[in-house]
């Protein structure tokens, strides 16, 4: 089902008001998507290690709650969305950093998935964060589209999302559809873009690492809507499908994001970054930046989903 909209126009997650419980709200899309479940009448439990940093932040709009056993089975959550995750970029994948990895992503959906279990009334749908990491790395100079059907890879990213994929998959067994939203590079005012445009804004900007690694991203309010989409999807009757690309129909190359970054802020783009001290620095999650990825979001398409910024221009023109 498509809805167009207007850039500024509220979101629609659907006629009837509902109760959803959302992790990871206190991040740079959580936080977004509150506020957009807010507006729309949706009554909202946030599960969260801080709730009381968390009533400050949200002004005691939503009702917080630190576990899942603060949750009695009698509850009545109608969705859950499912957005938490420790930062993926910074640290090195040690053994250490990649057992919080797991615990932030597959062990907190393990315990959500196990709240579903035990409660009274199922919740009808369950929106669950992934990345395109699950698809590994593509070949430098191979841009062929990588759809929802596209393998996984044995690499950590792509085990990680499998297995995050996974944990959520297991809610299916009481009832819920479960659809896994595999993000791009999300495009907004915070997250990733002000880091990446601080060497542009600064005058040396340039391509990184070659610059032919392909980018696939999604801006942030498209992100949203997409999500709005499957709510209504699911509530409509049409259903939902196990995994969805959340990107943009435009992928570009590094160098590409890097010219028209530059030209949107009036400076140059001359200034090349080799790999090798990223690879020195970060390790194997240099990959996430030195390698690319055609990622194209098909099933969004397939259902009528129109991007309010299918271009990079487009998007970045927006939010700068």
């Not at 740079?28 to 506020?35: E, H, K, P, S, T």
């Not at 009448?41 to 940093?53: E, F, I, K, M, Y």
């Not at 969805?244 to 190359?253: D, G, I, L, R, W």
């Given at each position: 089902?498509?809805?167009?909209?207007?850039?500024?126009?509220?979101?629609?997650?659907?006629?009837?008001?509902?109760?959803?419980?959302?992790?990871?709200?206190?991040?740079?899309?959580?936080?977004?998507?509150?506020?957009?479940?807010?507006?729309d009448?949706?009554?909202?439990?946030?599960?969260?290690?801080?709730?009381?940093?968390a009533?400050?932040?949200?002004?005691?709009?939503?009702?917080?709650?630190?576990?899942?056993?603060?949750?009695?089975?009698?509850?009545?959550?109608?969705?859950?969305?499912?957005?938490?995750?420790?930062?993926?970029?910074?640290?090195?994948?040690?053994?250490?950093?990649?057992?919080?990895?797991?615990?932030?992503?597959?062990?907190?959906?393990?315990?959500?998935?196990?709240?579903?279990?035990?409660a009274?009334?199922?919740?009808?749908?369950?929106?669950?964060?992934?990345?395109?990491?699950y698809?590994?790395?593509?070949?430098?100079?191979?841009e062929?589209?990588l759809?929802?059907?596209?393998?996984?890879?044995?690499?950590?990213?792509?085990?990680?999302?499998?297995?995050?994929?996974?944990?959520?998959?297991?809610?299916?067994?009481?009832?819920?559809?479960?659809?896994?939203?595999?993000?791009?590079?999300?495009?907004?005012?915070?997250?990733?873009?002000?880091?990446?445009?601080?060497?542009?804004?600064?005058?040396?900007?340039g391509?990184?690492?070659?610059?032919?690694?392909?980018?696939?991203?999604?801006?942030?309010?498209?992100?949203?809507?997409?999500?709005?989409?499957?709510?209504?999807a699911?509530?409509?009757?049409?259903?939902?499908?196990?995994a969805?690309?959340?990107?943009?129909?435009?992928?570009?190359?590094q160098?590409?994001?890097?010219?028209?970054?530059?030209?949107?802020?009036?400076?140059?783009?001359?200034?090349?970054t080799?790999?090798?001290?990223?690879?020195?620095?970060?390790?194997?999650?240099?990959?996430?930046?030195?390698?690319?990825?055609?990622?194209?979001?098909?099933?969004?398409?397939?259902e009528?989903f129109?991007?309010?910024?299918?271009?990079?221009?487009?998007?970045?023109?927006?939010?700068?």
């Open positions: 089902m498509a809805l167009d909209q207007s850039a500024d126009s509220p979101i629609a997650f659907g006629a009837r008001k509902e109760s959803v419980l959302l992790t990871g709200a206190t991040g740079f899309i959580g936080q977004r998507l509150v506020a957009a479940l807010l507006k009448g949706q009554r909202v439990t946030v599960l969260t290690r801080s709730p009381a940093q009533e400050t932040l949200f002004k005691g709009a939503v009702r917080c709650v630190e576990s899942m056993e603060a949750l009695a089975p009698s509850e009545r959550i109608d969705v859950v969305i499912n957005l938490a995750g420790a930062r993926i970029l910074g640290w090195r994948w040690t053994a250490a950093r990649r057992a919080v990895l797991r615990r932030s992503r597959v062990a907190l959906t393990e315990r959500v998935v196990a709240w579903i279990a035990r009274e009334h199922k919740p009808r749908l369950m929106l669950s964060a992934s990345a395109i990491g698809y590994g790395v593509q070949a430098m100079g191979d062929t589209p759809a929802e059907n596209a393998p996984p890879q044995p690499v950590f990213m792509s085990q990680l999302c499998q297995e995050w994929e996974a944990a959520a998959r297991k809610a299916q067994a009481h009832g819920v559809q479960v659809a896994c939203m595999r993000f791009g590079l999300v495009l907004g005012e915070q997250g990733a873009l002000p880091p990446m445009l601080l060497p542009i804004k600064l005058g040396m900007g391509p990184m690492g070659g610059g032919r690694q392909r980018m696939s991203w999604i801006h942030v309010d498209d992100l949203l809507q997409g999500m709005a989409h499957l709510w209504r699911a509530a409509d009757g049409g259903g939902v499908r196990s969805y690309n959340f990107t943009a129909p435009e992928q570009v190359s160098r590409e994001f890097s010219r028209a970054a530059a030209a949107l802020l009036g400076r140059p783009c001359f200034m090349p080799p790999g090798w001290p990223v690879r020195l620095l970060l390790g194997e999650q240099a990959d996430l930046l030195l390698e690319g990825q055609t990622v194209a979001p098909e099933r969004l398409l397939e009528g129109r991007f309010r910024y299918p271009s990079l221009r487009g998007a970045l023109a927006a939010l700068l």
